[in-house]
């Protein structure tokens, strides 16, 4: 790796000094916390509320359990067209969607009092019968297309896939199923929100602050240009923290109400019942195959579920109509509406449950023609995308297949199951499996200052969430100018700077460069400056006869409407890819996994992994690859551990705790290589970037239950696999 | 969390004494990581506790006795799993002590407290939304036709199938261990083996102190089985985990490697520390052979009731008896 290639993060030491400001690390003048209680019923209406007990807490300033339409309206769903998590407002009404639902919000002059408080509100329900999972009798089942009837939720349809697997020489037809999970950041969701005049000042860790702003306001009749949205860090966001929460508003409310700063952090516990979750979702995958293992034909039906109140689109699909060369295609989609909060986009969202079901049946193939799953793999790949007919920008799986097997030592592997064994009599697995994932882009404004001191400071769209883009926008700055990182001073996740359209999907990265890119461009030009090249930024600021020179870009995906940049001020989703006018981009990545297998006691272990990853070039070499360790081990989590537990008796969530809900702890994590192709995309934008957060994820569970299967004989469609399962 | 007196006092019976004072409901507090995580919960609900974690002399250890070992109650559960002898001699102790909850917590918890330690049941400690026969008796068991996965096999009851959480006083039930306690009537002894309850129908009952005794320190005889053993614990990951089954065993071979003295102790699987003495006996005078550790493991859950998720513990906990077994062996043949 060059020196360059190793540049730290350059948050690194703000944020393990604790330097690095979380939105709810703020804590102005006058604070008072709040604190919510729940709904206990499953579904039904709150008869009655008691707050005297809570009231009566020493320290008390605020019960309130219910708000007017007029001064709180309910958001709209982001999805939808809005900015919220999900549609329904608690506190409007007197009905209870599901367990966990906020009834009451307390505010006090201490954290102590107003969780005990909450702990007093009393209330009385008229319980009704609900749904928590697929198979329930009360959970009812839409075709995706009907339910959203608009051109991109359309089912994908190819060819004929239904007779062309009809009269396959080889088929797989086989269900998987994959579970809830739960994603709560180590920074729970929560914000500091504080009046200064008719200004509003929200501090919450978002990845999109400029959904907050502009929801917000909605909510409240207020203009947009009085709130203002600070949230430099999240503590992870996964998804969750992708719009407007309804914890919000009611905070909001009761800051005004008291006069005084309000700081709200939701209980761990709440987030599993408040926050978005990934849905359990079932797969029937049907490939269809000549003898040599060559695709002819793929149906791809998923049920996902969704909320009573909204509907969150199914996109199973998309990315795996384009893992391989399949000239006949079909993925017909159902949503499934269950009573709990709206489930949402954790990391991956769509694609690693998918993979695990897609390339599991792909490894089924491979053992039934009798075929290597890596030479399968190769032998299916496409330089096209088959279901636009236009060339992928870039994709470079074969290589991240070929490259990865090398480093692995794949080439040693006996196929027969149960044929690998380690000294002390452990079973030994290899698995491989790919993943996919859509290279979007958003609109971006990228704002430079250059200085007669030699500074720069860049105002982009972006949120940092620990993936690094902040380290990527500096490295990029500082690369084309020629000036040392500690130069550069990047300003994001700030309403007051750009508008923050939402940072997810893996567009982030590859909306802001281009911006900051094209900025950087127009700086040089009203330097008077050469448009590459080395440059004394503080002279040719003097030289200029300004004390700064500063210049602005917007940028849009590309064959993006300008209009795009409206949404995207206007707080909306705003995000266009992974079909451009001409050609298609999606990231890829490979992962070899080795399992062992304990002989008595069947305890699963993942020794070593190797994961190589085609996400174009890549922008900041340290934080990437930290990145893809971070997706691994998600994946070993989700293919061993993770699944949320619903009570179906009592509504909710089990296993609503750090300790009930398990995910791998360090223990459990062994050597995990990473490797890159790092091939600028020539085609998405002049940076040459395209996503890799999610794509990291994107095929590690099935890659960890393939090698299971090679372990053991046992092919499992469930996850996570657990010890019962392998007694 | 609710509002609570609090005093320090510098002797165990100012100790007693400040207890009984504080009056009914008040409760000894040693390393705080169980009762004030309860309190957090609202599970526990104490007016007043009595902080034990200075009392003079009471975090002793003991190990250079010839008959037996001495671990004073206030001793951190860290500082025992690290002790040279209890490393060297007593692998079981020292395995289950370095096996439980975190670095951290072990830091923090003792060896005494530890003990009694509350069932992690979810139903349990999930509060009043849920009712649990042990948090408020009479209500009913939420766990009973509910996710027990994690729940008991052995020892259950129809008003309770909660797991005994602990791994300590599985490895020191195997080797006979004893405490000392101290009451505002005097001092007498227990055997570990007397100390906890199955829960029956007082599930809310779960061991045979009163509440004003205080553990002063446990005592495990000097045992030959000790070299000769391990504490297996399978968990759903491999740190910070509570057991999904667990093995304390202990062997001793003679010089022609036939089994003089066995001891096996199961954790994860129970409502109380559960010995196993029909499959002690089972291997006693024989050979160890890979049939008759499984066989072993069998007999120990012959009266095994699973519920609706958990069965998979039986043959899991077969296995873990066996592979204890296994690995005791291969320590007492050394």
Redesign the interface.
């Known amino acids: 790796m060059t020196a360059a290639a190793a540049r730290p993060r350059v948050d690194a030491r703000a944020k393990v000094t604790g330097a690095a400001r979380y939105g709810t690390d703020r804590t102005p003048e006058g604070l008072a916390y709040a604190a919510m209680a729940v709904a ?1 019923v499953g579904k039904g209406r709150v008869v009655e509320i008691d707050t005297a007990a809570a009231a009566a807490v020493a320290g008390v300033r605020l019960v309130l359990t219910r708000f007017e339409a007029s001064e709180l309206k309910p958001p709209v769903y982001i999805m939808a067209g809005g900015h919220a998590v999900q549609s329904l407002q608690p506190l409007l009404s007197d009905h209870i969607a599901y367990r966990g639902q906020p009834i009451a919000l307390v505010v006090a002059d201490t954290p ?1 009092a107003a ?2 408080a909450a ?1 007093r509100v009393c209330a009385r329900y008229e319980a009704a019968p609900f749904a928590l999972e697929l198979d329930d009798e009360d959970a009812e089942k839409l075709r995706q297309p009907e339910a959203l009837p608009v051109p991109a939720l359309a089912d994908i349809a190819v060819g004929d896939a239904e007779a062309v697997f009809a009269g396959s020489e080889v088929r797989v037809d086989e269900v998987y199923d994959h579970p809830k999970q739960a994603a709560t950041p180590m920074e729970l969701l929560g914000c500091v929100v504080e009046w200064r005049g008719d200004t509003v000042v929200v501090h919450e860790g978002t990845q999109n602050a400029g959904a907050l702003r502009n929801g917000l306001a909605l909510q409240l009749g207020i203009d947009p240009a009085d709130v203002e949205v600070i949230s430099p860090y999240l503590g992870g966001g996964f998804g969750q923290k992708n719009s407007l929460q309804p914890h919000l508003g009611p905070v909001a409310l009761a800051a005004r109400r008291l006069g005084r700063p309000v700081k709200f952090v939701m209980t761990r516990p709440q987030t599993f019942h408040q926050g978005s979750f990934r849905p359990a979702s079932r797969h029937r995958v049907r490939l269809g195959a000549d003898g040599n293992g060559r695709l002819t034909a793929a149906i791809y039906e998923v049920d996902q579920e969704t909320s009573r109140h909204d509907l969150f689109p199914a996109m199973y699909t998309e990315a795996m109509s384009r893992l391989y060369g399949v000239p006949n295609f079909s993925g017909p989609t159902r949503l499934v509406r269950v009573d709990t909060q709206t489930p949402g986009y954790m990391r991956a969202p769509f694609e690693s449950p998918a993979s695990f079901a897609f390339e599991s049946a792909v490894d089924e193939l491979a053992y039934a023609v009798g075929r290597d799953p890596v030479a399968l793999r190769l032998a299916n790949d496409t330089g096209t995308d088959p279901i636009t007919g236009q060339p992928f920008s870039s994709r470079h799986v074969a290589e991240c297949l070929r490259r990865g097997a090398e480093r692995f030592g794949w080439a040693a592997r006996d196929p027969a199951p149960g044929s690998m064994r380690a000294d002390d009599g452990s079973l030994i697995g290899w698995g491989v499996a790919i993943g996919a994932y859509p290279a979007c882009v958003a609109p971006a404004i990228a704002h430079v200052r250059a200085g007669a001191d030699g500074r720069v400071v860049v105002a982009v769209d972006g949120h940092e969430m620990g993936q690094g883009i902040r380290s990527a926008i500096t490295f990029l700055v500082a690369d084309d100018l020629g000036i040392a990182v500690d130069r550069v001073t990047v300003d994001i996740g700030d309403t007051r700077v750009a508008p923050q359209h939402l940072t997810a999907g893996s567009w982030g990265t590859a909306s802001a460069l281009p911006a900051v890119h094209a900025a950087l461009r127009e700086l040089r030009a009203r330097l008077g400056v050469a448009e590459t090249g080395m440059l004394d930024v503080g002279a040719a600021v003097a030289a200029a006869g300004q004390p700064t020179v500063e210049a602005e870009a917007a940028t849009l995906g590309p064959g993006q409407p300008p209009e795009m940049l409206d949404r995207s001020r206007a707080g909306k989703v705003a995000f266009t890819g992974p079909v451009y006018p001409g050609f298609t981009s999606f990231s890829f990545v490979a992962h070899f996994v080795e399992v062992r297998i304990e002989a ?4 699963v ?1 993942v020794p070593r992994v190797v994961s190589v990853v085609d996400c174009g070039r890549v922008a900041s070499a340290v934080t990437a690859a930290s990145q893809v360790r971070g997706g691994v081990v998600w994946g070993l989590g989700a293919a061993l ?1 993770e699944a949320s ?1 619903p ?1 179906r ?2 509504g909710g969530f ?2 609503a ?1 750090m ?2 809900y ?7 994590i062994g050597e995990i290589e990473v490797d890159f192709i790092d091939e600028p995309d020539p085609l998405l934008n002049p940076v040459g970037v395209k996503g890799l957060g999610e794509v990291a994820l994107v095929g590690v569970v099935p890659a960890v239950t393939n090698a299971v299967f090679h372990a053991t004989g046992q092919r499992l469609r469930r996850v996570p696999i ?3 399962d392998l ?1 | 969390m609710r509002a609570f007196a609090y005093a320090a006092p510098a002797t165990v019976a100012e100790a007693v004494d400040a207890l009984v004072a504080l009056g009914p409901g008040a409760k000894f507090l040693a390393g705080g990581t169980n009762l004030y995580d309860l309190m957090r919960l609202e599970v526990e609900t104490p007016p007043a506790v009595v902080d034990i974690h200075r009392l003079a002399g009471f975090e002793a250890i003991d190990t250079a006795g010839a008959t037996e070992l001495i671990f004073g109650a206030g001793a951190r559960m860290s500082d025992v799993a690290d002790d040279p002898v209890v490393r060297a001699e007593y692998p079981a102790l020292s395995e289950s002590l370095r096996l439980a909850a975190s670095q951290q917590l072990r830091n923090m918890a003792t060896v005494g407290g530890n003990l009694l330690q509350r069932t992690r049941c979810g139903y349990f400690r999930g509060g009043s939304q849920y009712p649990c026969n042990k948090r408020e008796p009479g209500s009913g068991c939420a766990a009973r036709g509910g996710i027990d996965s994690g729940h008991a096999v052995l020892g259950v009851s129809d008003a309770c199938i909660a797991t005994y959480p602990g791994d300590w006083a599985v490895a020191l039930l195997a080797f006979d261990a004893t405490i000392d306690v101290a009451g505002p009537h005097g001092e007498r002894s227990v055997a570990v083996a007397e100390l906890h309850l199955e829960p029956g129908d007082t599930p809310q009952r779960e061991h045979t102190l009163a509440a004003d005794e205080l553990i002063l320190r446990i005592r495990v005889p000097v045992s030959r089985a000790g070299a000769g053993s391990t504490y297996l614990k399978i968990r759903p990951r491999e740190s910070y985990a509570f057991a999904l089954a667990s093995a304390a065993a202990g062997l001793s071979l003679d010089p022609g490697g036939t089994v003089s003295d066995c001891r096996i102790a199961l954790g994860g699987v129970a409502t109380r520390p559960w010995r196993c003495t029909a499959a002690e006996q089972s291997l006693l005078g024989g050979r160890l052979t890979t049939d008759a550790a499984r066989r072993a493991g069998e007999i120990a859950f012959a009266d095994a009731r699973p519920g609706r998720h958990n069965a998979f513990k039986i043959e899991l906990g077969i296995r873990t008896v066996a592979e204890a077994l296994r690995i005791a062996a291969e320590r007492a043949a050394r």
């Open positions: 206990t102590v969780t005990e702990n008595t006691t069947r305890r272990r551990r537990e009570e008796r009592y089990f296993n705790t300790e009930e398990v995910i791998s702890v360090n223990a459990d657990t010890i019962a007694l």
